[in-house]
């Protein structure tokens, strides 16, 4: 059997390098690859604790060697990318030299502020492959003299089972007729939550967020919802249902290396209001039919009364180019023209 190795900072959870990874690993299995994931949090397959994005030190490079020594080929999903421990990226990257890699890119440290004076990621090698989630990343890197391909990120074209709906929303405790908005990220500055909590007042919604909140932004998620102007409920999903109890997702972030909820509610057929971040726009340009999150008016109006063309729309347009299958498509010509396959 030829192994494939994911590795990452942490694996196996909601974040979304984890999901997308993890739609990755169903399509290399379907190529015929034994997946096994490793890093440093997270229920994974092989556990190497100095890969974690908070780990006090990095890991040795015989660590990481030993994680990755049966792996005939080594998915990196964004530790080489995003400096967050710039020791295990060090690390992976020597012990990948001259070894067949994909490294998937979502967060490059020019895309953020706190991270611009970083310029040794991402590293690359002539054995290796690059792969980004938009073409803006891919533009960008090839201005920095490496070429990569982009694969947008996949997801399921099946409709959500409503058949829990009311279950659901009262176990969040959500009344028959109340206006459900959901917020599915983890809370942290570029999310836009002032945004989406004003958007909700406005709206005369309540406000659901999802994540925890995260990178010290705790003690201002707990003012803003506080000092809302509307009903709040911070709490993850029952069953993982995200899309089966709101009305409408909103979704202003200021930055994102893609931003999975509007494709995700597109396809669950469901109206999305989104900030103008550059990938959004770039994604949005494909035809996609949504809402702008500063201007409240034809969000409510749409979340109060669902327009069937418009969600046919949108989510036509996301089965045809973020479905699973256009995505693995993708990944197998990549590794075919590697010579990679099994």
Not at 93 to 106: F, K, S
Not at 178 to 197: D, N, Q, S
Request: negative net charge; proline residues 8%.
């Amino acid at each position: 059997m030829t192994t494939c190795a994911i590795v990452s900072f942490r694996l196996g959870l909601t974040d979304g390098v984890s999901i997308i990874a993890a739609a990755w690993a169903d399509a290399l299995r379907d190529l015929g690859f034994d997946v096994v994931t490793v890093a440093g949090d997270g229920p994974v397959d092989r556990v190497v604790s100095g890969l974690a994005a908070d780990a006090p030190t990095g890991p040795s490079v015989s660590e990481v060697d030993h994680a990755l020594a049966d792996a005939d080929l080594v998915v990196v999903e964004n530790l080489c990318t995003i400096p967050l421990n710039l020791a295990a990226a060090r690390a992976v990257a020597q012990v990948l030299r001259g070894r067949p890699a994909i490294l998937h890119h979502h967060d490059p440290p020019w895309q953020r502020a706190r991270f611009a004076s970083v310029t040794e990621l991402p590293p690359t090698d002539p054995a290796w492959r690059h792969v980004t989630i938009n073409h803006l990343t891919r533009h960008e890197m090839a201005n920095r003299g490496i070429a990569a391909t982009t694969i947008y990120n996949g997801f399921s074209t099946r409709l959500p089972d409503r058949s829990a709906r009311a279950a659901i929303r009262d176990q969040l405790g959500v009344a028959p007729g109340e206006l459900l908005l959901a917020h599915p990220v983890r809370a942290i500055e570029r999310k836009g939550i002032p945004t989406a909590l004003e958007l909700c007042a406005a709206i005369g919604a309540t406000y659901w967020l999802m994540g925890p909140a995260e990178d010290g932004y705790g003690p201002t998620l707990d003012h803003l919802l506080r000092t809302a102007r509307c009903r709040t409920i911070h709490e993850p999903p029952p069953d993982h249902s995200l899309y089966v109890a709101p009305d409408g997702i909103v979704f202003p972030s200021t930055w994102e290396g893609f931003g999975n909820p509007p494709i995700e509610a597109s396809l669950a057929r469901l109206p999305v209001a989104v900030g103008s971040y550059p990938v959004g726009e770039e994604v949005r340009s494909l035809g996609f039919r949504w809402f702008d999150a500063d201007d409240p008016a034809p969000f409510a109006d749409a979340v109060r009364h669902p327009d069937d063309e418009l969600l046919d729309h949108n989510r036509r347009l996301a089965s045809a180019h973020f479905s699973l299958d256009v995505m693995a498509s993708g990944l197998r010509d990549l590794v075919d023209e590697a010579g990679w396959l099994p």
